[in-house]
C-alpha cells in the first residue's frame, strides 16, 4: 500500500511540475498583454500582435489543464505560491492595482473566449482612472459577468489596519464566532468549530504558535525557494520582451522614456549584485539589435542610449567594485563588459583607475583607455589639469604609450607644475616629439630640481645639436652656476659637449685655464668639467694645475 501512495505523490509532484512549466510562457505573455493595455491606446496595432500571443498561449495551455489563476499579493502576484511578478512601486504595480481594490485571486476557466480577454484587459486599463466614490475594480469585473473568468475578494471591513494573532486553539476559534441568524447559522458555526479541532490538535496546554512551528526540513525547503527567486530564471525572457516592445513602440516618447528608465535600474540591480554576467548579456542582445537595424529611427536612438548607460561613471563605479571582489569573481564577464565601452567611458574610467590597487585590473584599465584614446587623445588631456597628482601621472604614462603628436600642445601647464614627479614625467614624455618638444625642454633647463635640469640639458643637446649651445652656455657662464653640485655642473658641460659644436671650444679652454682665489674648490670642480668636455670632444687643452 505504501508503495502505491510513493507512486502516486510521484506522479502528483510530477504532474504539478509539468504545469508550473507550461504556466511560464502564459505568465509572461499575460503580463506583458496587461502592461501593453496599460501602456497604450486600445486602437494601437502592437496590442493586436500582443493579444494574438496571448490567445494562442491560452489555447495551448487549455488543452492540458482547465484552470489558470493567479493569486494576488499587495505587491506581487503568485502562482503556486512562485512569485511571478512584483513591483512596489503603487502607482505602476499591477498587482497593486487588483489589491488594492480587494481582489485575492484571478481565475480563467477553459473555455474563455477572444472577446473575454479583450473586456478584461480594457477593465484593468481602465481602473486607474474611475471615480473611487462611485466605483472600482472589483464592481467593473463583476458588472462584466464573466463565463470563464472568476475573481476572489476579501471584504474591506474583514482587513483592519491590524492584525489578531491567536495564541491558543481557544483564542482561534472565539475569533472565528459570529452571529448567524437561524439553525442553519448555528450548525455552520459548529461544523467551522469541528473542522479547526481536526486541523490543530494540539496537545492539552500547548500554545498554537508551536502546533504551527516549522520543521527544519520546511524552514530548508523555504530559504531554498527565497533563494530561487531571488535569481529568476525568468529574466532572460523577460528582457527579451522588452526588446521587442521597445522595438514596436509608436511615438509616444513618454514610452521610450520608460523603457529606458527600466533598463537603466535592471542594470543597476544586477551590477550591485556583481551579477556581470547577465548585464554583459542584456548588453550584447541590444547590440545585436542596434547593429540589424538599418534605419536610423527612435527604437535605435532608445537602444543606443541603453548602452550608453553602461559607461555612465555609477555603473564604472559599480564595475570597479566588482573588479576588487576578490578570487570569488570572474573575471571574464568583467572584461567582456569592459569590451562593450565606448569613448563616452574615458572620464569614469580614468576615476576608476586611481581607485585601484590589483596591478593586473590597473593595466586592464589601462590598455583599454589606450585603445579608446588612440584617435583623440582630448577628453584624456583634460584629466593633466586634475588636482590629483597620481592621476596626472598616470595619463602622462597612458600618452607616453600612445604617442599622439598632438600630446605636446597639452602639457605647456605641467612645466612649472608643484609635483617634481608630474615635471619629470613630462619632461620624459617630451622626449618622444624631437623638435616639437624643444621648447617645452628647454624651459626645464630652470627647474627648481637640480636632477631634472641635469637630466634637460643632456635631452635637449641630443634633440637641438646646435640649437641647444646658445642656452646650455648662458646657464654655464651665469654668476652662481659654478656653485652647483659637481654632478649636474659634469651634466651641462656634457651636454655642451654632445652638442658637436666646435664654437664651444674657446670657452670651453678659457674655463679650463681660468684660476679664482676665492671658492677655489667650486671653481676647480668648473675646469675639470671643462677640460672633460674637451677631451670628449678631441681639443687639445691644457691640463687643470
Same mark, same amino acid.
Given at each position: 500500500?505504501?508503495?502505491?501512495?510513493?507512486?502516486?505523490?510521484?506522479?502528483?509532484?510530477?504532474?504539478?511540475?509539468?504545469?508550473?512549466?507550461?504556466?511560464?510562457?502564459?505568465?509572461?505573455? &499575460?503580463?506583458? /498583454?496587461?502592461?501593453?493595455?496599460?501602456?497604450?491606446?486600445?486602437?494601437?496595432?502592437?496590442?493586436?500582435?500582443?493579444?494574438?500571443?496571448?490567445?494562442?498561449?491560452?489555447?495551448?495551455?487549455?488543452?492540458?489543464?482547465?484552470?489558470?489563476?493567479?493569486?494576488?499579493?499587495?505587491?506581487?502576484?503568485?502562482?503556486?505560491?512562485?512569485?511571478?511578478?512584483?513591483?512596489?512601486?503603487?502607482?505602476?504595480?499591477?498587482?497593486?492595482?487588483?489589491?488594492?481594490?480587494?481582489?485575492?485571486?484571478?481565475?480563467?476557466?477553459?473555455?474563455?473566449? &477572444?472577446?473575454?480577454?479583450?473586456?478584461?484587459?480594457?477593465?484593468?486599463?481602465?481602473?486607474?482612472?474611475?471615480?473611487?466614490?462611485?466605483?472600482?475594480?472589483?464592481?467593473?469585473?463583476?458588472?462584466?459577468?464573466?463565463?470563464?473568468?472568476?475573481?476572489?475578494?476579501?471584504?474591506?471591513?474583514?482587513?483592519?489596519?491590524?492584525?489578531?494573532?491567536?495564541?491558543?486553539?481557544?483564542?482561534?476559534?472565539?475569533?472565528?464566532?459570529?452571529?448567524?441568524?437561524?439553525?442553519?447559522?448555528?450548525?455552520?458555526?459548529?461544523?467551522?468549530?469541528?473542522?479547526?479541532?481536526?486541523?490543530?490538535?494540539?496537545?492539552?496546554?500547548?500554545?498554537?504558535?508551536?502546533?504551527?512551528?516549522?520543521?527544519?526540513?520546511?524552514?530548508?525547503?523555504?530559504?531554498?525557494?527565497?533563494?530561487?527567486?531571488?535569481?529568476?530564471?525568468?529574466?532572460?525572457?523577460?528582457?527579451?520582451?522588452?526588446?521587442?516592445?521597445?522595438?514596436?513602440?509608436?511615438?509616444?516618447?513618454?514610452?521610450?522614456?520608460?523603457?529606458? %528608465?527600466?533598463?537603466?535600474?535592471?542594470?543597476? %540591480?544586477?551590477?550591485?549584485?556583481?551579477?556581470?554576467?547577465?548585464?554583459?548579456?542584456?548588453?550584447?542582445?541590444?547590440?545585436?539589435?542596434?547593429?540589424?537595424?538599418?534605419?536610423?529611427?527612435?527604437?535605435?536612438?532608445?537602444?543606443?542610449?541603453?548602452?550608453?548607460?553602461?559607461?555612465?561613471? @555609477?555603473?564604472?563605479?559599480?564595475?570597479?567594485?566588482?573588479?576588487?571582489?576578490?578570487?570569488?569573481?570572474?573575471?571574464?564577464?568583467?572584461?567582456?563588459?569592459?569590451?562593450?565601452?565606448?569613448?563616452?567611458?574615458?572620464?569614469?574610467?580614468? @576615476?576608476?583607475?586611481?581607485?585601484?590597487?590589483?596591478?593586473?585590473?590597473?593595466?586592464?584599465?589601462?590598455?583599454?583607455?589606450?585603445?579608446?584614446?588612440?584617435?583623440?587623445?582630448?577628453?584624456?588631456?583634460?584629466?593633466?589639469?586634475?588636482?590629483?597628482?597620481?592621476?596626472?601621472?598616470?595619463?602622462?604614462?597612458?600618452?607616453?604609450?600612445?604617442?599622439?603628436?598632438?600630446?605636446?600642445?597639452?602639457?605647456?601647464?605641467?612645466?612649472? @607644475?608643484?609635483?617634481?614627479?608630474?615635471?619629470?614625467?613630462?619632461?620624459?614624455?617630451?622626449?618622444?616629439?624631437?623638435?616639437?618638444?624643444?621648447?617645452?625642454?628647454?624651459?626645464?633647463?630652470?627647474?627648481?630640481?637640480?636632477?631634472?635640469?641635469?637630466?634637460?640639458?643632456?635631452?635637449? /643637446?641630443?634633440?637641438?645639436?646646435?640649437?641647444?649651445?646658445?642656452?646650455?652656455?648662458?646657464?654655464?657662464? %651665469?654668476?652662481?652656476?659654478?656653485?652647483?653640485?659637481?654632478?649636474?655642473?659634469?651634466?651641462?658641460?656634457?651636454?655642451?659637449?654632445?652638442?658637436?659644436?666646435?664654437?664651444?671650444?674657446?670657452?670651453?679652454?678659457?674655463?679650463?685655464?681660468?684660476?679664482?682665489?676665492?671658492?677655489?674648490?667650486?671653481?676647480?670642480?668648473?675646469?675639470?668639467?671643462?677640460?672633460?668636455?674637451?677631451?670628449?670632444?678631441?681639443?687639445?687643452?691644457?691640463?687643470?694645475?
Amino acid at each position: 500500500m505504501n508503495g502505491l501512495e510513493d507512486k502516486t505523490d510521484h506522479f502528483d509532484e510530477k504532474a504539478i511540475e509539468e504545469e508550473v512549466k507550461s504556466t511560464k510562457a502564459l505568465i509572461q505573455t &499575460f503580463l506583458q /498583454a496587461v502592461k501593453g493595455h496599460r501602456l497604450y491606446e486600445a486602437n494601437h496595432p502592437l496590442l493586436s500582435k500582443f493579444l494574438d500571443r496571448l490567445r494562442n498561449d491560452f489555447d495551448h495551455y487549455f488543452h492540458e489543464f482547465d484552470s489558470f489563476s493567479l493569486q494576488v499579493g499587495e505587491h506581487e502576484l503568485f502562482f503556486r505560491g512562485k512569485v511571478v511578478y512584483e513591483s512596489q512601486d503603487v502607482k505602476e504595480s499591477l498587482a497593486f492595482a487588483f489589491y488594492k481594490d480587494g481582489v485575492r485571486e484571478i481565475r480563467f476557466f477553459n473555455g474563455l473566449e &477572444f472577446r473575454e480577454i479583450v473586456d478584461f484587459l480594457n477593465i484593468v486599463r481602465t481602473s486607474d482612472s474611475v471615480n473611487r466614490l462611485e466605483d472600482d475594480l472589483v464592481t467593473l469585473l463583476w458588472e462584466k459577468d464573466f463565463s470563464h473568468i472568476a475573481i476572489t475578494t476579501v471584504d474591506d471591513s474583514c482587513e483592519g489596519s491590524s492584525i489578531f494573532v491567536p495564541a491558543t486553539e481557544a483564542d482561534l476559534l472565539k475569533g472565528l464566532e459570529y452571529s448567524a441568524p437561524g439553525k442553519e447559522g448555528v450548525e455552520e458555526n459548529i461544523l467551522i468549530e469541528e473542522n479547526v479541532k481536526q486541523t490543530i490538535s494540539p496537545s492539552p496546554g500547548k500554545a498554537l504558535a508551536q502546533a504551527f512551528q516549522l520543521t527544519p526540513e520546511e524552514m530548508t525547503e523555504i530559504n531554498r525557494e527565497i533563494q530561487q527567486e531571488q535569481q529568476p530564471e525568468h529574466l532572460y525572457v523577460l528582457i527579451d520582451n522588452l526588446i521587442e516592445i521597445l522595438l514596436h513602440l509608436g511615438e509616444d516618447m513618454d514610452a521610450y522614456e520608460n523603457m529606458i %528608465s527600466h533598463f537603466e535600474r535592471t542594470i543597476e %540591480s544586477l551590477l550591485k549584485q556583481k551579477d556581470v554576467e547577465r548585464v554583459v548579456a542584456i548588453l550584447m542582445n541590444l547590440r545585436k539589435m542596434k547593429d540589424s537595424i538599418a534605419k536610423e529611427d527612435k527604437q535605435i536612438l532608445a537602444i543606443r542610449r541603453i548602452l550608453e548607460t553602461a559607461t555612465s561613471p @555609477h555603473f564604472i563605479t559599480l564595475i570597479g567594485i566588482a573588479m576588487r571582489g576578490g578570487e570569488e569573481i570572474d573575471p571574464k564577464p568583467i572584461l567582456q563588459y569592459l569590451q562593450l565601452l565606448t569613448k563616452e567611458a574615458i572620464a569614469p574610467l580614468c @576615476h576608476l583607475l586611481v581607485g585601484l590597487e590589483s596591478s593586473k585590473w590597473k593595466k586592464v584599465v589601462t590598455d583599454l583607455l589606450i585603445e579608446l584614446s588612440r584617435d583623440d587623445i582630448q577628453p584624456l588631456a583634460k584629466f593633466l589639469s586634475d588636482r590629483n597628482s597620481l592621476v596626472v601621472r598616470q595619463i602622462l604614462s597612458i600618452l607616453e604609450k600612445i604617442g599622439n603628436p598632438s600630446t605636446v600642445k597639452y602639457l605647456g601647464n605641467l612645466i612649472t @607644475h608643484s609635483d617634481s614627479k608630474v615635471r619629470e614625467a613630462t619632461l620624459q614624455l617630451l622626449t618622444q616629439f624631437g623638435d616639437k618638444g624643444k621648447d617645452l625642454i628647454q624651459k626645464f633647463l630652470k627647474d627648481p630640481v637640480a636632477e631634472i635640469r641635469a637630466k634637460a640639458s643632456l635631452i635637449l /643637446a641630443r634633440m637641438a645639436k646646435n640649437q641647444a649651445v646658445k642656452p646650455l652656455m648662458e646657464i654655464i657662464l %651665469s654668476e652662481e652656476f659654478y656653485k652647483r653640485d659637481y654632478e649636474e655642473k659634469a651634466s651641462f658641460f656634457r651636454a655642451l659637449g654632445e652638442t658637436g659644436s666646435q664654437e664651444v671650444i674657446p670657452t670651453l679652454q678659457k674655463i679650463a685655464s681660468k684660476r679664482m682665489l676665492f671658492n677655489r674648490a667650486k671653481w676647480d670642480e668648473m675646469r675639470l668639467c671643462a677640460t672633460n668636455t674637451l677631451k670628449m670632444m678631441g681639443a687639445m687643452a691644457s691640463p687643470v694645475k
